[in-house]
């Protein structure tokens, strides 16, 4: 095995980030000579024509001297061409998709543009793939494993995941659910190791492979208890489950729009939630009763509206 570096982790063991060169070009360019500038306009006009250029091609293009590419590579951070082309190759690799513009969107105000019809269009399409791939046995296995645990710790990193735990929570504690959402690595941890056999998980990640909460679930079954797991097919999080309740979302390409996955998965939140109101029916009922009553002795409202806003 490869022995690291020493450049390739920082003091404490940690392996070192890999530098965001197009980032460090735009930070960088006010700081730039005028001829550096036009190489650096080169590079940010069309960042896939730089990584497969050579030296004299960028340069020409440039309208500038081959050692002026040179010295915009060592000043905006780089060894020389070579670790220059090596970092925007990884740029590439990981950005490619936010690097391109994409069509204009028409007039947003009509609702025959086309933001309008693919914003609609997705969230169609992921509510039905929800309704073709979950199984409702499975809606209602994971229902019976909510309504009759001690606690539930709901487990979500990263931005759409936290939000989603978060949901998962105020959907369930309205039934009376004892439910704590965690989106801290640490804590999910920390909290994984008190359970107990009469206590359940429910751990959500799109890609199902994120670490932090593949391992935090696999504690939580070490110390005996429960798994639900709302995520992809075939993914380690769906291994450790004792219900899985996966969908396939094929993501839209354009990055400025919503997730399909959220759409997918905040529909299997209300089928399960609904289905453990129904199991704690009537005890959640009475739950729910109580709530609306303190908010609407809290403010003026009607009685049908969201509960608690």
Not at 23 to 51: C, W
Not at 205 to 212: A, H, L, N, P, V
Request: hydrophobic share 40%.
């Amino acid at each position: 095995m490869r022995k690291p570096r020493r450049d390739d982790t920082s003091s404490e063991g940690y392996a070192k980030p890999i530098p965001d060169i197009l980032s460090q070009i735009k930070d960088s360019y006010s700081e730039l000579r005028p001829a550096e500038r036009r190489v650096a306009d080169v590079v940010l006009a069309d960042v896939t024509f730089s990584v497969d250029a050579s030296n004299a091609e960028i340069a020409r293009r440039a309208e500038v001297s081959e050692p002026t590419v040179t010295r915009f590579c060592r000043a905006i951070g780089c060894d020389g061409v070579r670790d220059f082309k090596l970092k925007l190759a990884q740029s590439v690799v990981v950005g490619r998709l936010y690097l391109a513009p994409a069509p204009p969107a028409g007039d947003v105000s009509s609702n025959a543009s086309p933001l309008w019809t693919e914003v609609f269009g997705e969230a169609r399409n992921a509510l039905n793939l929800v309704e073709r791939q979950i199984d409702p046995l499975d809606i209602v296995r994971a229902a019976e494993l909510v309504a009759s645990a001690h606690q539930v710790l709901v487990f979500g990193l990263g931005g759409s995941s936290t939000s989603l735990a978060l949901e998962t929570q105020n959907r369930l504690f309205r039934y009376g659910v004892v439910v704590s959402a965690h989106s801290d690595p640490y804590v999910m941890k920390m909290t994984a190791s008190t359970l107990k056999p009469n206590d359940l998980v429910i751990a959500i990640s799109g890609t199902g492979r994120t670490r932090e909460v593949v391992e935090a679930v696999q504690l939580a079954k070490h110390y005996r208890a429960k798994a639900i797991c709302i995520t992809a097919p075939d993914t380690d999080l769906a291994a450790t489950a004792d219900v899985a309740l996966t969908v396939d979302i094929p993501e839209f390409p354009d990055p400025l729009k919503p997730t399909a996955s959220r759409y997918a998965f905040l529909a299997i939140i209300d089928l399960v939630s609904s289905a453990v109101g129904t199991r704690l029916d009537p005890d959640a009922r009475e739950t729910l009763r109580r709530i609306k009553y303190t908010v609407l002795n809290h403010r003026k409202g009607r009685v049908l509206e969201p509960l608690g806003d």
